[in-house]
């Protein structure tokens, strides 16, 4: 008769679903952690990729510049320095251009915009784990202060001394938005 007793005051049901909800906080805090340790490494392979194009598009831009800065008129065919100087400007374009092609002919799609999609994907997806790691531990929050605050579990949440738990919810400005990748890339 007393264990029925305190099987129905929620003497064990309480610190069961206590547990269920600290289990889904260290879940929650796994997933923030997680997104901590995520963007810095994603932020670094999209930069790293967008570096590399951007040193054979500037290649290619600067050629272009020199070539099209030297002009030749008609008086300049006779002079073989002038025109030295433009086939060799000119060369430097067809390089920049041949090393642009065969980087295109490789990738078809420029790496560093299959980077930054995989980047915005997988920052999709860990706000997603997180927004989900948050609903799970406020609904075992809610389950567990609805134990330790109706009746007749009540009477085992007070002989524990279990109080109820605080659902987690944003109070620093601006948390319910992502963090920010400008500049960081």
């Known amino acids: 008769m007393a264990a ?24 929650v805090e796994a ?18 990729a967008a570096e590399q ?19 030749i008129t008609g008086d300049d065919l006779k002079d073989p320095a002038k025109m030295e100087q433009f086939a060799a400007a000119q060369g430097q374009l067809s390089q ?5 092609m065969a980087s295109f002919e490789a990738y078809p799609d420029l790496k560093s ?10 920052l999709e997806g860990q706000e997603n784990r997180i927004r989900i790691s948050i609903r799970d531990y406020n609904a075992s929050v809610q389950d567990y202060n609805t134990e330790v605050r109706t009746f007749p579990t009540m009477i085992g949440a007070r002989l524990r001394g279990a109080d109820p738990l605080v659902p987690y919810k944003a109070v620093t400005p601006g948390a319910e938005v992502a963090p920010s990748l400008e500049g960081k890339m």
């Open 53 to 71: 194009e951007k040193a054979i598009l500037t290649g290619v831009m600067e050629a272009r510049a020199k070539a099209t800065s030297i002009q």
């Open 113 to 122: 915009i299959t980077n930054y999609q995989m980047l915005q994907s997988q």
């Open 31 to 48: 997933a923030f952690q997680e997104r901590a340790n995520l963007v810095p490494n994603l932020a670094a392979v999209a930069k790293g």
């Open 96 to 100: 920049g251009l041949g090393r642009l």
């Open 4 to 27: 029925m007793s305190l099987a129905a005051c929620g003497f064990n049901s309480v610190p069961t679903k206590q547990e269920a909800a600290k289990a889904k906080w260290a879940d």
